[in-house]
């Protein structure tokens, strides 16, 4: 079994920076794809981005893409979301997910394991 913890996640400034961090335990998850959803205050849960096994082939919702950047580290069992150029619209808690096999696209119904949240707070 596999658990997924978020951290990172924090009130930062509209244009500010912010890495989150997705650290899995339980077992390796370097035979896992990967992704980052959000879920903004009063919505539902939102693909941001997803990241193959290898870390080779990246997938991004368009609104994010050329702000965030996804990747991960299977020796440090980690995987990273930097955001760049933060804007209010970036508000939700942001949770990562991974896969049993190579999936990483932007349904969140194929993904098996969850961490439980944080909170990225964007102010204008």
């Known amino acids: 079994q596999v658990q997924l913890a978020e951290s990172g996640g924090r009130l930062v400034q509209a244009g500010d920076s912010l890495r989150l961090s997705c650290t899995a335990s339980?077992?390796?998850?370097?035979?896992?794809?990967m992704g980052w959803f959000r879920q903004p205050p009063g919505k539902e849960r939102e693909f941001v981005a997803g990241?193959?096994?290898?870390?080779?082939?990246?997938y991004y919702e368009p609104s994010v893409e050329g702000r965030f950047t996804i990747s991960r580290d299977n020796a440090e069992n980690t995987m990273y979301l930097q955001m760049n150029n933060l804007k209010p619209g970036d508000t939700a808690v942001y949770f990562c997910?991974?896969?049993?096999?190579?999936?990483?696209?932007?349904?969140?119904?194929?993904?098996?394991?969850w961490g439980q949240g944080t909170q990225v707070i964007v102010s204008s």
């Open positions: 997910a991974a896969d049993r096999g190579g999936y990483y696209g932007s349904n969140p119904g194929h993904y098996d394991y």
């Open positions: 339980g077992r390796t998850v370097s035979r896992n794809a």
């Open positions: 990241i193959n096994i290898n870390g080779d082939y990246k």
